[in-house]
């Protein structure tokens, strides 16, 4: 159980990692949000089976952040707003 465990919180901080990376803000608070969410409303499952299938689901959910990440970074845009630095 222990080894299930590692294994969640590796992929949750590598989805956390993964989605930080958008250049956009938008997208990048929205990937951030969800991953938050998402381990949040599931931490409290215990059956293995449920746990190996939520795994699976966020590792295929990761490849998917990761090509996002990369076409999104070919279309850069302005900051916005909410996300330029004061003088």
Do not use: C, W
Request: hydrophobic share 40%; charged share 35%.
């Amino acid at each position: 159980m222990a080894s299930l465990r590692n294994e969640v919180l590796r992929l949750y901080k590598s989805l956390l990692r993964e989605g930080s990376k958008f250049s956009n803000y938008n997208f990048r608070m929205y990937a951030l949000r969800k991953v938050r969410d998402e381990f949040k409303e599931h931490k409290l499952e215990t059956d293995p089976k449920k746990i190996e299938a939520f795994l699976t689901f966020g590792k295929e959910n990761l490849d998917v952040v990761k090509r996002q990440v990369m076409v999104a970074n070919l279309y850069r845009t302005d900051n916005l707003v909410i996300e330029r630095k004061t003088v």
